[in-house]
């Protein structure tokens, strides 16, 4: 499975990369919006985004 992950956090980003290869999968991983906007595509099978909202 190829995975998309956007998360900011560098060390949450890695760790979540680290165990989802763990499991023989392809991990993109992206800690910037813009670049990971600049990036998708339809390629990918499953999408991690980490998502604020502000209230």
């Keep these: 499975m190829k995975i998309f992950l956007l998360e ?3 060390s949450l ?4 990369k680290e165990i989802i290869e763990l499991e ?3 991990v993109d ?3 910037d919006g813009e670049i990971a906007f ?3 595509s339809n390629d ?4 991690v985004l980490d998502v604020n ?3």
């Design 13 to 16: 980003n890695e760790a979540i």
């Design 29 to 31: 991983n992206f800690y």
């Design 38 to 40: 600049n990036n998708i």
């Design 53 to 55: 909202t502000q209230t």
């Design 44 to 47: 990918y099978d499953l999408y």
């Design 8 to 10: 900011d956090d560098y």
């Design 24 to 26: 023989n999968h392809t």
